[in-house]
């Protein structure tokens, strides 16, 4: 199985890199913030309770993140490897995330961390924000928080990778296409 976490801090452009892996490699996409979002439109319980962490962009509680993904997971047996966006965001969850693919014979291949500047970040984000409706990219107070975050709970998360060895760092920006052929580059030099 090829288990992909793809990592990096807010704007980074996983989810436009990820629908582009997700095509070429067949892997299942798990988004958590596709997920929460999906579930703040339906008013679910899940989304009422992930709206008042999201629209602050501070993070959703573990518990109910690592229960949601467990969730989404179980809804995919038949998957043949899965790419994890926006997952795991805190080394509580990335370790929940080795016990998940151990109880089902498999564990991540790689993490591929996108390295963008905090400067290009802001500006991708403000200009995101003139198209998504996302109201956590309409406030800059909210951006700068969710960067912040990102710096204190979730950078964390590569340590844990590198100490697995498992940790490949790759330039994110330049064109869209000129990132994924390096994403395609290191996944196709994988074991
Ligand atoms: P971005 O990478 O642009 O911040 P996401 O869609 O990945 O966007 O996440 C949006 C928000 O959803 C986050 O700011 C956070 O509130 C919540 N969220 C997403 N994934 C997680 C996670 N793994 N743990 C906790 N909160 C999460």
Same mark, same amino acid.
């Given at each position: 199985m090829l288990n992909i976490v793809l990592f990096g801090p807010p704007g980074a452009g996983k989810g436009t890199q990820s629908e582009r892996l997700v095509a070429k490699y067949n892997l299942a996409h798990l988004s958590?913030? #596709?997920? $929460?979002r999906a579930n703040i439109k339906g008013e679910t319980?899940?989304?009422?309770?992930?709206?008042?962490?999201?629209d602050q962009g501070n993070l959703v509680p573990d518990e109910v993140t690592?229960?949601?993904?467990?969730?989404e997971l179980k809804k995919r047996p038949e998957a043949t490897g899965f790419i994890f #966006?926006? $997952?795991p965001r805190t080394v509580a969850q990335a370790d929940a995330l080795d016990d998940l693919l151990k109880?089902?014979?498999?564990?991540?291949?790689?993490m591929l961390a996108l390295e963008v500047s905090e400067e290009e970040l802001r500006d991708r984000l403000t200009k995101r924000a003139q198209?998504?409706?996302?109201? #956590?990219?309409?406030d800059p107070?909210?951006?700068?928080?969710?960067?912040d975050v990102y710096q204190k709970e979730t950078a964390p998360v590569k340590d844990f990778y590198a100490g697995q060895n498992k940790l490949k760092e790759v330039n994110g920006e330049g064109s869209i296409d000129a990132i994924t052929q390096r994403l395609f580059?290191?996944?196709?030099?994988?074991?």
């Open positions: 958590t913030g #596709d997920i $929460f319980e899940l989304g009422k309770l992930a709206k008042s962490y999201m690592i229960k949601m993904l467990d969730q #966006d926006g $997952f109880a089902k014979n498999t564990q991540i291949s790689a198209t998504s409706g996302r109201k #956590d990219d309409a107070k909210v951006i700068q928080n969710r960067i580059q290191v996944i196709d030099q994988l074991a």
